[in-house]
């Protein structure tokens, strides 16, 4: 991960797998069409977090690998596998950069809300290469339909700020959004037949405390952060948030954005 340090995602593994809303089983059809995967090869969730998107995928590979920079992460993905019986999945620590010599080569590789941490040219190089002579990658955002923020992430936008300040905090640094399109840095890599792809919209219901709990599960607004002001912050939060809905319940619309390549050129039929 670019320079944001060892720290960008402490603390916030529990929050991540609690809260962090699930993708649809429509990305996991996608995918299983798109790369006709038949329950033979290697699987790699790069940036896996606690490896909640790669954990469904054990009945479409021989076996998978998750890696991340965090190790509590790994923790939480480690203890997920067990609860849900997965045998066929490991967990590394560490960088793509670090770990290409070692991890073999895969049918498919993910990257879930993780490419934009990333020094992206060079990793699609390191996957390309790692990549099976039929293997591609995915690369999978979600996104507001609307575009629009809607009142009440404007709200929780607001009161962040009041208590962190207005630059968004990265770990050791302030995040800085990349500013070319992640399918141009695809279509400019070696992978061929890049296409974007955007799924149906789905819906997300939440509470006043599952919002809480998102917002701890990010880089930006983790519970560490607060030091002793959270009970502070977690009351302005909440009463700023009924104000605009006394019930306390959110609901928001989004899409699953999927952008596919693949190692060689698709035979055309």
Not at 68 to 84: C, F, G, Q, Y
Not at 135 to 162: C, M, Y
Not at 240 to 258: A, N, R
């Amino acid at each position: 991960m670019n320079e944001y340090g060892p720290d960008l995602f402490k603390g916030t593994a529990v929050y991540y797998s609690k809260y962090r809303p699930q993708y649809p089983s429509s990305l996991i059809r996608f995918l299983i069409q798109k790369f006709s995967l038949n329950g033979e090869g290697r699987l790699l969730d790069l940036g896996c977090g606690t490896g909640q998107l790669g954990l469904r995928f054990s009945d479409w590979f021989e076996e998978m690998i998750g890696v991340d920079t965090e190790s509590r992460m790994l923790e939480e993905a480690n203890r997920l596998s067990k609860i849900h019986r997965v045998d066929n999945v490991s967990w590394m620590l560490g960088r793509a950069e670090e770990l290409q010599n070692v991890w073999g080569s895969f049918r498919l590789t993910i990257l879930a809300k993780a490419f934009h941490w990333m020094d992206r040219s060079s990793i699609l190089e390191i996957l390309y290469h790692s990549s099976d002579n039929n293997g591609g990658l995915a690369i999978i955002d979600t996104f507001n339909v609307g575009q629009e923020p809607l009142s009440w992430q404007l709200k929780v936008n607001e009161v962040v700020k009041r208590w962190l300040g207005n630059e968004r905090i990265a770990g050791d640094s302030i995040y800085t959004h990349p500013k070319e399109r992640h399918e141009d840095i695809v279509a400019r890599s070696s992978f061929k037949n890049v296409e974007r792809m955007i799924l149906p919209s789905y819906s997300v219901t939440w509470t006043v405390d599952s919002i809480l709990g998102n917002l701890y599960s990010t880089s930006y607004a983790s519970k560490r952060l607060f030091g002793d002001q959270l009970e502070r912050f977690e009351a302005d939060l909440k009463s700023s948030l009924l104000e605009i809905e006394p019930m306390g319940k959110f609901t928001e619309v989004l899409s699953v954005s999927v952008i596919t390549a693949l190692k060689k050129e698709a035979k055309s039929q």
